[in-house]
């Protein structure tokens, strides 16, 4: 049995994989919870993770997630879990919020009435979601973690709800919970629903004569990107520390979805991308965050955190990653 045995929810999704390969590099015993017996996505997990030990259970289902807890006996756990598009929590709210706010209750319950509560280190993973757009703490500055809060999504609304649930099983409990408060993270493992993601591989496709345009919301939402990749890393460092706190990651730098499309684009000799890109009103959502912008000067301070990819070289990854896959039969 490994030392260091790391639990993670949300294993199928980005920061999941990323997560999973790095405390696998680590020497870390890899246990993933993946939902439901006949999950479509458990045959392409174990094709590209062979190490990892999967566990059937359920965020709502906090029987199963106890279970889970006494099987992998964890030095870690990493709350990845959630319904996390933005978007479709506007379309599902309940559910966003029985999976993404008290699935996290679930979870830390589960902990407790395992007994781990002092034998595992627990991430939560909070969202710049939560902020809404609005700062009346730090006017023109990013948000740290003293900036107030203002939700503008089912789904912002439901992570604010996780958020505050693991401070307080930490301070009621005396439980080691980190919450890492990421700003918008992407990379060549984002689902295709994503913005970003959408993008690069409709860029892909329509390089190689496979697709006329793409269809997007607003273009004009500024938002802090940063690669999963770097994030997940900052994920371990704040379980690493000596004392459980809230971090903010973020690159201190915003780029709106127009400077996406212009450098993807570029990516594949494409000068001028509007003729390829419509708009659909089905895309807006009933409440749009203007502008995110974060500040990371807490944990590059007192983790030593530090983003690597910058913006160009994260749109550069991802397009010439959706080129390869596109053209691989």
């Given at each position: 049995m490994s030392e260091n045995r790391a639990l993670i929810t949300g294993i199928t999704g980005q920061d999941g994989g990323h997560l999973?390969?790095?405390?696998?590099?680590?020497?870390?015993?890899?246990?993933?919870?993946?939902?439901?017996?006949?999950?479509?996505?458990?045959?392409?997990?174990e094709d590209e993770f062979p190490f990892i030990n999967i566990i059937e259970a359920d965020l709502t289902d906090q029987t199963s997630l106890i279970e889970a807890v006494l099987t992998s006996q964890p030095t870690e756990i990493y709350n990845l879990?959630?319904?996390?598009?933005?978007g479709y929590s506007f379309r599902n709210p309940q559910l966003t919020a029985d999976i993404t706010g008290k699935g996290v209750l679930n979870l830390l319950e589960a902990v407790r009435v395992a007994g781990y509560q002092e034998k595992a280190r627990f991430y939560q993973a909070s969202t710049s979601?939560?902020?809404g757009g609005l700062d009346y703490n730090r006017p023109g500055a990013?948000?740290?973690?003293?900036?107030?809060?203002?939700?503008?999504?089912?789904?912002?609304?439901?992570?604010?709800?996780?958020?505050?649930?693991a401070r307080n099983y930490r301070?009621?409990?005396?439980?080691?919970?980190?919450?890492?408060?990421?700003?918008?993270?992407?990379?060549?493992?984002?689902?295709?629903e994503f913005v970003t993601r959408k993008i690069t591989n409709a860029v892909a496709r329509i390089h190689l004569g496979m697709q006329e345009y793409v269809v997007l919301g607003d273009l004009w939402p500024k938002r802090d990107w940063g690669y999963a990749g770097d994030y997940v890393r900052g994920m371990w460092q704040m379980l690493q520390h000596d004392e459980p706190d809230d971090?903010?990651?973020?690159?201190?730098?915003?780029?709106?979805?127009?400077e996406f499309l212009e450098l993807a684009f570029a990516e594949v000799g494409i000068a001028d991308w509007r003729p390829y890109v419509h708009q659909d009103k089905q895309f807006m959502r009933p409440a749009e965050v203007d502008i995110l912008l974060g500040?990371?000067?807490?944990?590059?301070?007192?983790?030593?955190?530090?983003?690597?990819?910058?913006?160009?070289?994260?749109?550069?990854?991802?397009?010439?990653?959706?080129?390869?896959?596109?053209?691989?039969?």
């Open positions: 999973a390969e790095l405390v696998h590099s680590k020497g870390y015993e890899v246990f993933g919870l993946l939902r439901g017996q006949r999950n479509a996505r458990r045959e392409a997990l879990g959630a319904v996390s598009h933005v979601e939560m902020f990013g948000y740290n973690e003293e900036s107030l809060f203002h939700p503008r999504s089912p789904y912002g609304v439901a992570k604010l709800y996780a958020h505050w649930i301070e009621s409990y005396g439980m080691f919970i980190s919450t890492g408060i990421l700003f918008n993270h992407e990379g060549e493992r984002r689902g295709l971090f903010v990651l973020a690159t201190g730098e915003t780029h709106s979805i127009e500040d990371p000067s807490k944990a590059e301070r007192v983790l030593g955190w530090k983003r690597e990819v910058d913006f160009r070289s994260l749109v550069s990854r991802m397009v010439q990653h959706d080129l390869a896959s596109v053209r691989r039969p």
